[in-house]
């Protein structure tokens, strides 16, 4: 009996997947709802789990393959044990017997630089062994061919020049995710007047609490206190305060947000996410920090939902976490801004005609200056600076 294994529905919005990484190989025993295969798609990762147990008996569907929902990506046969079991999964010789005529339509198949080599050293071809998919031919196996061959040569004389050596390179596809991101810097860049201004905050405040209370609140809450916390709560009042920071553009019109989907830039293997934390201005510090920690866990382990990634109204990016000291951060369409945080630095500052060391952190904003103009841009920044300088002002929103 063959079980058909197929693409599930894809999220709303995205057309098509790439086949990932294939966890098993004809001829594996499978369980049921073991995880088969990973689809990438532009925004997460998906996982197709086996519907049944069974042996695997068909990849249909190879890594790197472009695929849509429904579509068949492999085929399982039902394990009955004994002879019948045995027999299914014995075709395996015949398909030993395959590379050597795959390798050959994919040794004719070759890339740029390998055809130059080639040419360039008058190589055979047939001589050369491929290491590629199926037998291909990459240019690091050019390149050992002739390393090889010259190394069987007599040594040359001191009068012959030296060898340049090998200059290897390495050429692979974007990630779904990657090439989605570079998309939308490009559309950012290309539609928003985006403009960034700066400033500095004494984090001194904000890190004297922390220290007095952290202890008390990790055993309360369960959660650590960072320093996330306080910016989201800063840049919430800053919002309500400057509400064209909130909005965004559609067509001819500006879109006033009368609610708070604060966007977490996250570090993940798969490259840079946003995870959106709702409604923000009904969450209280505890929640921000946990939902945060959640996100990045999920973000790590290629977990994030569609839903989690969607919207957001304002984002904040901390470059500081990888030791950045000033940068500017570029904008999440359909988003007017974007907060940069950055490295914790003491340096010198003068406070009371007098200069004194201080923990200092400098900040950007960038906006789109079509619904921003430079005074709420600025007076944006400013406000997260004396919320934070002075956090008592967080509480009594002021």
Do not use: C
Request: without cysteine.
């Amino acid at each position: 009996m063959s079980i058909e294994v197929k693409v599930p529905m894809l999220p709303e919005s995205v057309a098509d997947a790439t086949v990932a990484k294939w966890y098993k190989k004809p001829g594996d025993t499978v369980k049921r709802d073991e995880n088969l295969v990973d689809l990438e798609t532009d925004k997460v990762m998906l996982e197709v789990p086996a519907p049944e147990d069974g042996i695997l008996k068909e990849i249909t569907k190879p890594e790197g393959s472009i695929v849509k929902a429904d579509e068949l990506l492999a085929i399982l046969s039902k394990n009955g044990g004994g002879a019948q079991a045995d027999e299914k999964t014995q075709p395996e010789p015949a398909k030993e017997a395959k590379p050597d005529s795959k390798k050959t339509a994919a040794s004719e198949d070759l890339s740029p630089a390998v055809r130059r080599l080639v040419s360039e050293h008058n190589l055979s071809i047939a001589d050369v062994k491929g290491s590629g998919k199926e037998g291909r031919i990459v240019k690091e196996d050019v390149l050992e061919h002739i390393k090889n061959k010259d190394e069987k040569k007599p040594q040359a004389s001191a009068a012959m020049p030296l060898p340049t050596g090998d200059r290897p390179e390495k050429r692979v596809p974007m990630s779904r995710l990657r090439a989605k991101i570079a998309e939308r810097l490009v559309e950012a860049q290309h539609t928003a007047a985006m403009l960034t201004t700066f400033n500095e905050i004494n984090m001194q405040p904000v890190m004297e609490i922390r220290a007095k209370y952290k202890d008390q609140f990790e055993k309360t809450h369960k959660v650590r206190l960072g320093f996330m916390s306080f910016f989201v709560k800063a840049a919430v009042e800053a919002l309500k305060r400057f509400p064209a920071v909130n909005a965004s553009i559609d067509g001819q019109d500006i879109v006033y947000h009368g609610y708070y989907d604060i966007g977490i830039a996250v570090s993940s293997p798969r490259g840079l996410v946003v995870p959106v934390l709702r409604n923000v201005d009904m969450m209280s510090m505890a929640q921000i920090e946990a939902t945060i920690t959640d996100y990045a866990n999920k973000a790590k382990e290629g977990k994030l939902t569609l839903e989690e990634m969607t919207g957001g109204t304002f984002t904040i990016t901390n470059g500081g976490i990888f030791g950045s000291l000033m940068s500017t951060p570029i904008i999440n369409p359909p988003q007017s801004g974007i907060l940069g945080m950055h490295n914790i630095v003491q340096r010198p500052v003068v406070e009371n005609e007098q200069i004194v060391i201080r923990p200092m952190m400098y900040v950007a904003l960038s906006y789109d200056h079509r619904i921003i103009d430079g005074r709420e841009s600025v007076s944006f920044l400013v406000t997260i600076k004396q919320l934070l300088e002075d956090p008592s002002r967080i509480l009594l929103e002021l």
